[in-house]
């Protein structure tokens, strides 16, 4: 009997278990985002504020105007800014950008000539009210410059403009939502550079040495080895080296202090964000009430 032909057939088996190694790159780069995103998450919620800022500060664009004429900007003549405008305590805006110079002119002042029969404290005394009057237009021109710059214009309630025996008292406090300084550093935000460049040009305009002091609230350091005091100091510091840089002359500066959290503003609220502030004073060369002479054993 013929026998048909012999078939064989061989039949696969699937192979059963790992199929590669790509799915262990996949999902080790799955667990990469994930820790990132986690980690992410994580700085958000342990960082300041303040840091956040300065963050967003460095990361903005700067924009390029595709005007050629310059007539839109504060120069272009006219500005327009509402009075009072109100801080945005939810977000702390910033300034990533140089500010244009604006035009701060503080009319001058004539200087009182002895008269006759005019006695020495009659003179002292006019000399006085002309450096009062000095002071008064100084802070006007301040004010003024601070509003009609629209990128400061969100600063003018943290510039406190004051008159004091000492002199004229211009300082820069903090507001909830709008810090000069990231939270315990020296560093101070782009904002805080450009309002005391215009602070620099007032003070540019008049004669009268200046005296520059340091403040924080009354918030303590984790670490023993820094305290409120180096914190104040090193901002004072930073302030000096900021309004030379803008041209004050260093000859000019009497005294740079740091004064930490001793001379709060709101003392009902040590940890108050206007406690956080740097104070400028233009010293009075002139007392408007001189103190009377003593002598020893009176």
Known sequence: MAQGPIIIKRVKKAAHGHHGGAWKVAYADFVTAMMAFFLLL????????????????YFAPVTVSSSTSGSSGPLGGTTFSPTGAMVNTTSSPTVSQAIPPATISIEETTSPEPQEGMTEDQFLEAMADREQEQFEKARDAL?????????LSKMADSLLVDNTPEGLRIQIVDQEGLAMFPRGSSDMFGHTRAILDLVGRVINQLPQKIAISGHTDSTKFSQSNYTNWELSAERALATRRTLVGSGVPDARINRVVGKADQEPLAADDPTSPTNRRISIILLRENDLKPPPATTVGD
């Open 42 to 57: 994580w700085l958000l919620n342990a960082v300041t504020e303040e840091q956040l800022t300065g963050i967003a500060d």
């Open 143 to 151: 004010v003024k410059a601070v509003h009609s710059i629209p990128e």
